[in-house]
């Protein structure tokens, strides 16, 4: 089977499970990383087809968005062996999908990532910051009713990725600072360090803003 097939397959698989997601990561969500993706390629040379299938697939088995996610994974195994992929292409799509979030990070050995999969992690955190992470910080918040901010709350440290899991102990704004504003100095890729920098900037003026409309002082 041709690449562009194989591509097209595992789209439509990705949009089938996912176009109704109501927590902002939805199928828009995915397209945007797509496109992120396509930027990075531009200047960085790693297997398309590993890239772009585990772009497409990196929230179907997501343990935050599914009750049982080794069972979808297991799902996205057979349907890539459906579709004609190598055993080791689907073992790296699988480990790619499984590692790049950022609670991953929080462990005492976070996973390494080859090139591929440090593409999609650094096009999926491009789409957790700027206007667009802004927006879905608080469509995810609003979703898991969160409370959007307390003063009295401060920003949770040094987390284990329970504690970050644990929304009752998170407000939207304080995942400004537990999350999103860690982003920019974790990205892998010259491009995406330069898209980042904006985006990041853009959150801390909204923060401010923000902060100075809840105590009156705009």
Known sequence: ???KQQIQYIRNFAYNKMHNDATGHNFDHIERVIKNVDKILLTEKADPLITYGAAYLHDVADDKLVDDPQKLEN????????????????????????NLSFSKTLSLNPPKLS???????DSDRLDAIG???ITRAIYYGGANAQVI?????KPRTNMDK??????KDETIINHFYEK????????????AK????????????????????????K
């Open 1 to 3: 089977m041709e690449f």
């Open 75 to 98: 799902e996205i195994t057979d349907f890539l062996n459906d579709i004609e992929l190598a055993n080791e292409q689907i073992t790296e799509i699988i480990y790619i999908t499984h």
């Open 115 to 121: 090139l591929a999969g440090q593409i999609v992690q």
């Open 131 to 133: 206007a667009i992470g």
């Open 149 to 153: 901010y307390d003063p009295k709350m």
């Open 162 to 167: 329970k504690e970050y899991r644990n929304l």
């Open 180 to 191: 999103l504003l860690k982003l920019r100095d974790m990205m892998n890729t010259d491009t």
């Open 194 to 217: 330069k898209i980042a920098d904006q985006r990041h900037e853009f959150m801390l003026q909204f923060l401010e803003e923000f902060k100075g409309e809840w105590n009156g002082e």
